[in-house]
């Protein structure tokens, strides 16, 4: 696979991806900025009909079973899944490759796989001001018994098409279309500077 | 105004785009019918009130929706998927039962 750099890194604006803490941190860190730069990154479609046997199919190649309904998701830390559209389902591998895994799993008669590795950037932010700073950037619903661990959102901020995963408590996933995350990345070490950001 | 989505849920009208009169039939590509066609592209109910519109949901999972809004109000009353059950809409609807 073609060799990656990070969007977040690329000059002139390398120095959007400062290291160290920022802000109003003197009252504590509240937030923790970091790029998981996943090395697999898919899109997974079911044809109508066929969703069952598609996350079947997710199950066998991750081993991560994906719960019933909307937006349903699950993470082990090293993969992870959610549905973001009907029959449709991001997953995400640490490591390069997955789309090859699933080519003899999801066979055209079942869907399709889109390998969005070098189109997508991944953002995570943690730490107990996660929801708060993210209820300011997207209209939905960030509080846990609404937004369960796992679960995904499609949806948006500014017309920045972004999908959330939630992968821990305080802990969610943000993927961007790469060619928005440099703008996406400063818009959101700017919500956080109130609350005292770190980026690792 | 919220739209709720039947897969995301309630969301603001911002990440929808309207996609048009949902009581438009489309004449077969075909069809020479001239009036048909006319129908198509020009006549709207335009009614006050309840308006059957197809939306998609753009700026989330990207389905198309059938959505029923108040023109006067902008009440939502009915929000659907517009796959599957459109043809059966339509039918419903030339049998004069919409």
């Not at chain 1, 690329?10 to 920022?22: D, I, K, N, V």
């Not at chain 1, 932010?125 to 679960?151: C, M, N, Q, S």
Request: a negative charge; aromatic letters at 10%.
């Amino acid at each position: 696979m073609v060799e990656r750099q990070s969007p977040l890194e690329l000059a002139p604006l390398e120095l959007e991806l400062r290291t160290g803490s920022h802000g109003d941190f003197e009252h504590g860190i509240d937030v923790i900025l970091s790029e998981t730069r996943p090395g697999s990154i898919l899109q997974l479609a079911a044809w109508p009909g066929q969703e069952k046997k598609l996350i079947a199919g997710i199950r066998t190649v991750t081993g991560l079973a994906l719960p019933d309904g909307a937006g349903a998701g699950s993470t082990d830390g090293v993969r992870s899944v959610f549905g973001f559209a009907p029959g449709k389902f991001t997953v995400v591998d640490e490591a390069e490759g997955l789309g090859l895994a699933f080519a003899n799993v999801v066979t055209p008669a079942i869907g399709t796989v889109t390998d969005l590795s070098h189109g997508r950037t991944a953002i995570r932010i943690a730490g107990p001001k996660a929801e708060w700073v993210l209820a300011k950037f997207f209209a939905i619903d960030f509080a846990l018994p609404a937004f369960p661990v796992g679960a995904g959102r499609s949806t948006m901020h500014h017309d920045v098409f972004a999908q959330i995963q939630r992968t821990g408590a305080d802990q969610f996933d943000i993927y961007v279309f790469r060619s928005f995350a440099r703008s996406f990345w400063k818009a959101l070490c700017h919500a956080s500077e109130e609350v005292g950001y770190e980026v690792q | 105004m919220l739209i709720t989505c039947p897969y995301c849920g309630p969301r603001d009208v911002i990440e929808f785009t309207y996609q048009g009169d949902g009581n438009r039939q489309r004449p077969q590509p075909a069809s020479q019918d001239l009036d048909a066609w006319n129908a198509y592209v020009y006549d709207r109910l335009n009614p006050a009130g309840d308006h059957n519109e197809i939306w998609q949901h753009s700026g989330g999972c990207r389905a198309h929706l059938k959505v029923v809004r108040n023109t006067l109000t902008h009440e939502i009353s009915s929000v659907a998927f517009a796959r599957g059950d459109h043809k059966a809409a339509m039918r419903h609807k030339a049998e004069g039962k919409s």
